[in-house]
């Protein structure tokens, strides 16, 4: 008598026959070179780029982005987050309502559990999806979303469920570009607030283009030493 499938084998089959489905629907309306790319992008599958693409995204340094991780679920997350609080800011009752915002991260961190799904859950996701949970669950109890505290946190939970993720240089890279951006945050918010108003427009300009200018140095500079 054959022995019918485990309950955790027939929601893994269900999960690929998902994923299986998305990528091929995105494959059927892209063409044929963006259309594996973009599945990379979303469902992590990347047996599809041409060799050609690959080698230029390694050319150009962008290879990395290709591995679904922080930068992805970030987008993911708190792009919905944002979308979402902007809608409801359409509604001047829901805009003034506290628990708009906890609501909105409350769905954020659904729409961020389904895409760790979709992509594939790799341990990477998996590392950027808790430290996504912990910032959203921080802004659903009134904290600082974006805060040492809650990188310590969201390194702690990692260490405790895979303590030798500590060896890993990309759980190593990856918290230091994030404490060290974090770190810049406070005190570029801080600096900001006090200089709030000064310049106009053209003091707002280039406060965002040195904030933004500086970000990729300043992880360039925190990561050097593990990647040396």
């Known amino acids: 008598e054959p022995v019918p499938p485990a309950t955790w084998d027939v929601v893994s089959a269900a999960i690929q026959q998902w994923r299986d489905s998305v990528s091929d629907t995105i494959r059927a309306s892209m063409s044929e070179r963006s259309g594996p790319l973009a599945v990379a992008f979303l469902t992590g599958e ?11 995204m390694r050319d150009s340094s962008l290879a990395h982005l290709l591995s679904i991780s922080g930068i992805h679920m970030m987008l993911a997350g708190f792009g919905f987050f944002t979308s979402l ?26 729409v961020s559990a389904g895409y760790l799904v979709l992509s594939g859950a790799s341990v990477p996701t998996q590392r950027a999806f808790v430290t996504i ?14 805060s040492l505290r809650t990188v310590a ?5 990692i260490l405790i469920v895979t303590p030798e993720a500590w060896m890993d240089p990309s759980f190593q890279m990856s918290f230091a570009a ?3 951006l974090v770190a810049f945050h406070e005190w570029w918010s801080d600096h900001a607030r006090h200089q709030a108003g000064a310049g106009g427009w053209m003091g707002w300009f280039w406060n965002m ?14 990561t050097a ?3 040396a």
């Not at 990347?46 to 230029?56: E, L, P």
């Not at 829901?94 to 659904?110: E, S």
């Not at 283009?209 to 360039?220: E, M, P, Q, W, Y």
């Open 133 to 146: 949970a912990v910032s959203l669950l921080a802004i659903m109890c009134d904290r600082s979303a974006l």
């Open 209 to 222: 283009l040195f904030g933004t200018t500086v970000t990729s140095l300043i992880a360039g500079v925190a």
């Open 178 to 180: 994030v404490a060290a």
């Open 225 to 227: 030493p593990f990647a």
């Open 46 to 56: 990347r047996g599809g780029i041409q060799k050609a693409d690959n080698q230029a």
């Open 153 to 157: 946190l969201a390194a702690t939970s």
């Open 85 to 110: 609080r902007l809608l409801l800011a359409l509604s001047p009752a829901l805009a003034c309502d506290p628990r708009a915002r906890k609501g909105a991260a409350a769905a954020a961190l659904v």
